[in-house]
């Protein structure tokens, strides 16, 4: 592979292109491909960077390259197209032999064309591993203006174009082999879990929408609305310093009923039906994930040896970097993590402070008008503040991942990305969920009683639960984060990207002398494609992780989040398809057999819902109060045949009475000299207002509902997970044959060696479905 020349480039004679260095002589090949080019400004051409940019050429040409220098003089780009000599190929085919192959005299298929991912795949490790002779790689040239981009060339899209990227075809299957051969495994299986998550969301949707819907059929007959709009005479406690009134509690009518859509007795099943859902959902995605790569040759495809064979391929001295694991850079991660979380929570207590703060806001004389709807005001601008947070926080949490990983120096690129992955989500799951954890589990609950109310900083009071219950407050917040998170992103990662591919081409279109060679003119329209990174396809599966953490983990309070997801996710699968092949530059494709560290996370969030859901229904919700009031209180318990609803008298008995001459200053609230009592949700007694037996007693069985539900919904998992294997029968009998055949094979060719005793005929390969090419010694991907 050592070059026989100064530097192999071919320069087109046209008037577009000019020579700007010294080149070679050479001969194209027959069958010359570009499939990766380099882009510089032609200043570049005059200044001593051009020493750097040759230098860096000359060593891509040593390791086996050919280069074809192009230019546009009107739009001062130069362009360098890359091909890779055969010989890069077939050292890639050679180090990727199966060792458990045929012996060296068996006979070997006719090597195959090499796949044009593979090929960019090949050609972009090796540019950006390249180092000149003072030690720059392409990314220090880019930085230092040497170099402007790099991008593989969008080549053959045009039958994903028809069939897949564009609206027409958002209910139709995806192609995912095409999608494979085009943009590589790891993007293939992005879009194969993605339709797989939709698939799969049809049944959740439904079911959320179901127990959503028959809290409509109960809209008017619920006892504790019905109550609750009848209650003309309880007249409830200010709930902050901004109610100067007594609230009547039937003013709450309407709160009441909605509150009754979400926090019924079809939440539990639906919590439990979401975690049974979580587990069928992954099992299932695993034995399709292990159908599909076996369909691609790739079940027993290593990464390791993979990147091996590429560090190879570019560097022939490279040395094998072992596995090292260090307990103080551990340690450090660890603190500094920690760090961050600590940072994330107090991000939640600003957001508190902000409620805290608005509320006393909103009720100031100059917003008279937003008076008797304060909390709601709170809640919904509290909701839009949390999201401007999350925005700006996801930027720092991805820079302060990436330091963290450089410092813990990960051995390959694949451990980096696992790394990165870790930290980034655990960063961005405090930043999104801090808030709706805080509304959950905190609000309303550490604010004290009326008459001594808890004080920030001694002197706001801190913000109480929608007079409906703190369920509402939950269902606000989840419904305008759900919402604005993905109506705002999906149009975001549309909008952008369509209007900056418009804004570029329109200014290239000024030009007065386009390129009449039609290679330089494919090559300049991938230029004006806008550029990707590594984080291109990261960052995909992290708006569905985050997404996923939504759909899951508050479903109890928000049953109709599988649906918004459901309906975003339709969008979604169309809009990346339209970004990646029409409106971006083409993705490096890469190649994976699973969906790496992202089936970690997706467990863990399953996990994680259980827990959050179970104390959702136990502490947020009204449902154990009911329950328990239903089976120790109630009416029907002093009349076993009786007729009468067993929830009523439920609102009279979860209000406690609070004396209004307890007030500090009772003259100024209006109307007090006409009452002496008021109520409020909690389990107090008078005159101490301490916590009464039925506090304790309630707290006693959430406790226990809490242990109860984890178990059985944690057992359901284990259950499920066991009963649907993750590898299908037919994979594994398949490959026991691939492993079988081999055997004979091996054994044949042994006995043909000792000179044809025993030898038999030759055994025949199997008949199934399964690709032949896993019976070759070869890597079926080149």
Not at 219 to 230: L, N, R, V, Y
Request: some cysteine; proline content about 4%; glycine content about 4%.
């Amino acid at each position: 592979m050592q070059g026989k020349e100064s530097l192999r480039i071919q320069v087109e004679p046209e008037g577009d292109s000019f020579p700007l260095m010294e080149i070679g002589t050479c001969e194209a090949e027959a069958s010359e491909q570009w499939d990766y080019v380099l882009v510089a400004h032609y200043r570049t051409q005059r200044d001593p960077r051009q020493v750097r940019q040759q230098q860096f050429l000359q060593e891509l040409e040593r390791k086996g390259f050919h280069i074809k220098l192009q230019s546009i003089q009107d739009q001062k780009l130069v362009f360098f197209g890359i091909r890779a000599d055969n010989s890069i190929f077939d050292l890639y085919r050679t180090l990727l032999l199966e060792p458990e192959g045929p012996t060296p005299n068996a006979e070997l298929a006719a090597p195959t064309p090499v796949p044009v991912a593979t090929r960019i795949r090949i050609v972009d490790f090796v540019v950006m591993k390249t180092k000149t002779s003072a030690g720059e790689t392409f990314e220090d040239l880019v930085k230092d203006g040497v170099f402007e981009a790099r991008f593989p060339l969008h080549k053959g899209e045009g039958y994903l174009k028809k069939t897949w990227a564009g609206w027409r075809h958002m209910f139709r299957k995806q192609p995912i082999d095409e999608i494979r051969n085009y943009f590589g495994e790891k993007v293939a299986l992005y879009f194969a879990w993605l339709g797989w998550y939709n698939y799969m969301l049809v049944p959740a949707a439904l079911t959320g929408l179901l127990v959503f819907l028959s809290g409509f059929s109960l809209f008017d007959a619920s006892q504790i609305s019905k109550e609750i709009c009848e209650a003309h005479d309880i007249l409830m406690c200010p709930l902050g310093d901004h109610s100067r009134r007594y609230q009547r509690l039937s003013e709450t009518c309407t709160f009441a009923k909605l509150t009754h859509l979400f926090d019924n007795d079809g939440t539990v099943v639906f919590a439990i039906f979401m975690a049974l859902w979580a587990t069928v959902f992954l099992e299932i995605w695993k034995r399709q994930r292990a159908s599909v790569v076996l369909h691609w040759d790739l079940y027993v495809w290593d990464e390791d040896q993979e990147e091996m064979a590429l560090e190879l391929i570019n560097c022939p001295n490279y040395k094998l970097r072992p596995h090292q694991h260090s307990y103080l850079r551990s340690a450090v991660i660890l603190i500094l993590s920690l760090i961050m979380i600590c940072l994330m929570i107090g991000m939640a207590h600003i957001l508190v402070v902000y409620r805290v703060l608005a509320s006393a806001l909103f009720s100031s004389s100059a917003l008279l008008f937003l008076e008797d709807q304060v909390t709601t005001a709170v809640v919904v601008t509290g909701a839009l503040v949390h999201y401007v947070t999350i925005s700006i926080m996801t930027k720092i949490n991805k820079h302060v991942a990436l330091k963290l990983c450089d410092f813990e120096m990960p051995r390959t690129f694949s451990e980096r990305e696992s790394k990165f992955t870790i930290r980034f989500f655990t960063l961005q799951f405090f930043t999104h969920f801090s808030s709706l954890i805080y509304i959950a589990f905190i609000l309303g609950r550490i604010n004290g009683h009326p008459g001594k109310s808890t004080r920030l900083a001694g002197l706001w009071k801190l913000e109480e639960c929608h007079a409906s219950g703190c369920m509402m407050d939950l269902f606000v917040q989840m419904a305008i984060i759900m919402g604005l998170k993905q109506t705002l992103s999906n149009c975001g990662e549309y909008l952008v990207p369509w209007v900056t591919h418009k804004f570029r081409s329109l200014r290239a279109s000024e030009a007065r002398h386009l390129p009449r060679d039609p290679e330089l003119r494919d090559w300049r329209r991938n230029y004006l494609l806008n550029s990707v990174n590594i984080f291109s396809l990261f960052d995909e599966f992290m708006e569905m992780m985050i997404q996923y953490g939504f759909t899951t983990i508050f479903v109890a309070a928000f049953p109709l989040a599988p649906l918004l997801a459901l309906f975003s996710n339709l969008v979604e699968i169309r809009l990346d398809a339209i970004k990646m092949v029409w409106l971006q530059r083409r993705l490096v494709p890469r190649k994976a057999k699973d969906i790496g560290t992202w089936l970690q996370v997706l467990e863990t969030i399953g996990v994680l819902a259980v827990i959050a859901n179970g104390m959702i229904i136990a502490f947020t919700s009204e449902f154990i109060p009911r329950v328990v009031y239903k089976y120790r209180y109630s009416p029907c318990l002093k009349e076993a045949n009786s007729t009468v609803d067993c929830l009523k008298g439920y609102v009279n008995h979860s209000l406690s009475v609070f004396h209004t001459k307890d007030f500090q200053d009772p003259d100024r609230i209006e109307g007090s000299e006409n009452v002496t009592l008021c109520r409020y949700r909690d389990y107090r007694n008078p005159p101490d207002y301490n916590f009464s037996e039925q506090f304790w007693f309630l707290l006693a069985i959430r406790l226990a509902f809490v242990i109860l539900f984890e178990h059985v919904a944690l057992c359901i998992k284990l259950i499920a997970a066991w009963f649907v294997p993750d590898v299908p029968q037919s994979v594994k009998n398949k490959v026991l044959e691939v492993k079988y055949q081999r055997l004979c094979e091996k054994m044949w060719h042994g006995r043909q060696r000792l000179g044809g005793v025993g030898a038999g005929s030759r055994p025949p390969m199997p008949t199934h479905p399964y690709p032949a090419s896993i019976f070759s010694a070869r890597s079926t991907d080149v």
